[in-house]
């Protein structure tokens, strides 16, 4: 065994995370759902969200069976809704297509909606025991520093070397469960993005970037690009009982399946309103405090505008894909954090 691997493990027996809430009862579906959340949440704000998850669908069977609108609504502010949408749709594969266990074959495991080799090697690492390699986000670091990897790790050729020096590292089954958990653990609590506290590091007497004193300069920056600006309105409709008109946005693109804000690029919006709703205005408007939210390649710049309902045809009536929100009931579930936010200051406001 590599000496790296061994001081890891060591550090591990003593320093290691247990009590993370997917560490208990370590199914291949308790793994993959936290595998999952975690792509691109941080630990804390993943585990409420994790736990409420198992407690509505606690295996395989009850998440193919529930409706996409359910597991939206619980992934509601977690962002990346993508995710929830391919676990639906793993999920469904594998209680009709295996039924319903997971398959063995990594590569089986890798043709899954949502799972990468990273993933589908965690998976049947800590499931099965199985010798798989990972390489997360926390791995790429860690193992960037220690070889001094230099390229931006998401690139091709650099990623090719990092999952060499991975696999180099990945010790037999025997110990491939602790040695899993130990090198996402040294990532999360000691090689962190900034501030790495190397002097707690088991392996920083073997570590390039520390002994150069270049631990900043690892993993090399993405090359930045700027992202597009979108700008578009959310139409704020008020009925003459103060509801507001949230309509469910189309299965696909940005926030797909979850209850929005109607959103529009074109600013003739009572034009939008009748076209689109049945609905006609009356002439005053009032328009909001913009909302930004960054996604990951574009930054919406979205104005709320309020429109007062003058009157509703019998289209807007028979219309399933929206609701009438009163602001002082409990939002529908399944709102995006922003309108959420922007929904209960308004509600606050009318008290
Ligand atoms: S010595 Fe520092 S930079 Fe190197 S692996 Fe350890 S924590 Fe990371």
Not at 98 to 111: E, R, T
Not at 252 to 258: A, C, K, M, R, V
Request: charged content about 20%; hydrophobic content about 40%.
């Amino acid at each position: 065994m590599q000496s790296f691997t061994q001081k890891l493990l060591a550090w591990y027996k003593k320093n290691g995370r247990t009590d993370l809430p997917w560490q208990k009862n370590k199914t291949a579906y308790r793994v993959w759902v936290s595998e999952i959340m975690l792509q691109q949440t941080q630990v804390k704000t993943a585990i409420p969200y994790y736990l409420r998850f198992m407690e509505n669908f606690p295996n395989i069977e009850t998440l193919a069976k529930a409706s996409l609108d359910s597991i939206l609504a619980l992934w509601a502010g977690l962002g990346y809704y993508t995710r929830a949408r391919n676990l639906y749709k793993t999920a469904v594969i594998i209680q009709t297509e295996y039924n319903g266990k997971f398959p063995s074959d990594v590569n089986q495991m890798i043709a899954l909606p949502g799972i990468g080799r990273s993933t589908a090697s965690a998976i049947l690492a800590f499931s099965e025991k199985q010798a798989l390699t990972i390489l997360d986000g926390n791995v790429k670091r860690v193992l960037a520093r220690l070889h001094a990897v230099a390229g931006w790790p998401s690139k091709p050729n650099v990623e090719k070397q990092l999952w060499q020096i991975a696999e180099a590292y990945t010790p037999t089954s025997r110990y491939i469960v602790d040695y899993t958990q130990a090198i996402m653990d040294l990532g999360a609590t000691v090689c962190t993005r900034s501030s790495p506290k190397c002097s707690e590091c088991p392996v920083s007497d073997e570590c390039a970037a520390f002994i150069k004193n270049e631990t900043a300069l690892y993993p090399n920056k993405s090359p930045k690009k700027a992202l597009p600006t979108k700008r578009t309105f959310f139409l704020l409709l008020k009925n003459q009982k103060g509801e507001i008109l949230l309509e469910k946005r189309p299965e696909t693109g940005i926030w797909g399946g979850l209850w929005s804000l109607p959103e529009t690029t074109n600013p003739d919006l009572p034009f939008q309103c009748l076209t689109h709703y049945g609905i006609i205005t009356k002439n005053k408007t009032q328009i909001l405090e913009p909302i930004k939210h960054t996604f990951s390649h574009f930054k919406l710049i979205a104005t709320p505008v309020e429109h007062l309902v003058k009157s509703t045809n019998a289209r807007a009536m028979s219309n399933t894909s929206i609701v009438w929100h009163n602001p002082i009931h409990p939002l529908p579930k399944g709102v995006p954090a922003p309108i959420k936010k922007l929904l209960l200051h308004l509600a606050r406001e009318s008290l």
